[in-house]
């Protein structure tokens, strides 16, 4: 009894610590709270993020901001085609003793030693250095000269990407967008966003994002996430679901059967399941319920489906596909 009041004391306030999280947020990142409430849940969940949206609509500054609400430490990578692996990783340097003369190797950090990692435009890096993320991104340690270091705790990757420019560009492959939780779809806000974002930003103070927790707290936040209990039919829901994005399957509904080439991997099946934990821990519940799959099944599985000719052919919507998945696995 004792054990489930201090959880829920805890849930309680890392509940009201979200909510404050979301009002500093909100305060730069204007009429965007359900990409903002999808950030969080990855943040939590411990995985990583790519954010897909035309240019403008406020990416960069909403992962600083979150960096400053949290107290992380941020770096920016800028994504080009001569960007190199080691201007992300780093690299051995030679240092010479002024004194002794004596020569050694000292490694010297790239950028991706941070806490918050913005990967700005990543499909213009090319494939070598999108490469180099992928050992960081899924083990959190970077291996440079068969020297192994360990990343820095939390570790969140934020990669934006434009869905409209395709010139000079490097697809990232299915292997490496499935290292990412979620891919969250960053839209161009309406008119009275517009006129907000216009009021905050065109005049002579800009808006400033308060400190409300730190990673302490934030740790602490990510291991009751993953202590948070999923019960069988929720595990079971989450399996039926990646199955059925899969077009070979007997559960497989008819649009998956004639526009998806590949369906989502057991690493989907797995985001699912974390991210609703986490949704479920930010909304202040200490269990995991169908509904939280279901609001995180669309960023955990859109970059997952890869679509055929005829899917490409007739523009068929992922999202959509991931809708008609879930109704077939909750019968």
């Known amino acids: 009894m004792a054990e489930r009041t201090n959880a829920e004391r805890e849930s309680a306030e890392l509940h009201a610590a979200a909510t404050k999280l979301r009002e500093q947020l909100a305060r730069v990142f204007l009429g965007q709270d359900a990409v903002v409430e999808e950030l969080l849940v990855a943040l939590l969940a411990g995985g990583h993020v790519l954010l897909e949206g035309v240019p403008g609509t406020g990416k960069t500054t909403l992962v600083k901001a979150l960096a400053a609400a949290l107290d992380l430490e941020f770096r920016r990578v800028q994504c080009t085609p001569d960007l190199m692996p080691a201007d992300v990783l780093g690299t051995r340097i030679l240092d010479e003793d002024e004194a002794t003369g004596a020569r050694r190797f000292r490694f010297e950090r790239g950028p991706i030693f941070t806490n918050v990692l913005l990967v700005d435009e990543i499909n213009r890096a090319t494939p070598r250095t999108q490469a180099a993320l992928l050992e960081a991104m899924a083990e959190r340690q970077v291996t440079v000269f068969g020297e192994t270091t360990v990343l820095p705790e939390p570790f969140f990757v934020v990669a934006t990407q434009n869905p409209i420019e395709m010139q000079g560009t490097y697809p990232l492959p299915e292997a490496q967008l499935d290292r990412f939780l979620f891919q969250i779809d960053v839209a161009a806000p309406g008119f009275d966003a517009l006129v907000a974002i216009l009021g905050h930003t065109t005049g002579t103070s800009a808006p400033h994002v308060e400190r409300v927790a730190d990673r302490t707290a934030l740790a602490r936040a990510a291991t009751i996430v993953r202590g ?20 070979d399957d007997d559960g497989a509904p008819d649009s998956v059967r004639r526009f998806v080439r590949y369906g989502a991997s057991p690493r989907g099946a797995q985001a699912l399941v974390m991210a609703g934990k986490a949704r ?23 970059h997952r489906l890869i679509l055929n000719y005829e899917g490409d052919a007739h523009g068929a919507r992922r999202d959509d596909i991931v809708r008609e998945c879930f109704e077939r696995a909750r019968r």
């Open 280 to 302: 479920a821990l930010l909304v202040g519940r200490l269990h995991v319920a169908e509904e939280d799959l279901m609001r995180v099944a669309p960023a955990a599985l859109r």
């Open 228 to 247: 948070l209990p999923a019960s069988k039919d929720i595990a079971a829901l989450a399996a039926r679901l990646v199955l059925a994005t899969r077009p």
